[in-house]
């Protein structure tokens, strides 16, 4: 058995999220699948999923990213500084970086952009 027996069951309805627009779907997917397709390179783009507190905007990001292309790779956090501050040259080498329950109109937001 792959998975323990207590672990969630797969629930197709979890891409019902942003499967009513197509092409939103295959791009989504298709950029998390150049995440592991290309180790060597970045996709060159961000995407930001905005909704509620706490409704599992991570789930398949946090999954790939300690996973899949590994914690190297792979930056969360819910520090802005950690991402846009001085002493950010880790986030360089970050291929995925997910900025949690992040507030950007915040004081935080506006000192890492001086």
Known sequence: MPYP???PKYNPEFFNLFLEDKQL???ILNWLAFLVQNPDKKPGTAI???S???C????LTDFIGEHIIGRENFLSTTR???VMGRFNAAVRVKK???LNECDMTG????GANN
């Open 80 to 82: 802005l500084e950690d």
């Open 25 to 27: 779907t295959i791009y």
């Open 96 to 98: 995925l970086i997910i």
């Open 56 to 59: 599992g905007k991570n789930i």
């Open 107 to 110: 004081k935080e937001w506006h």
């Open 48 to 50: 930001i999923m905005r």
């Open 52 to 54: 509620f507190s706490r």
């Open 5 to 7: 027996p207590n672990a």
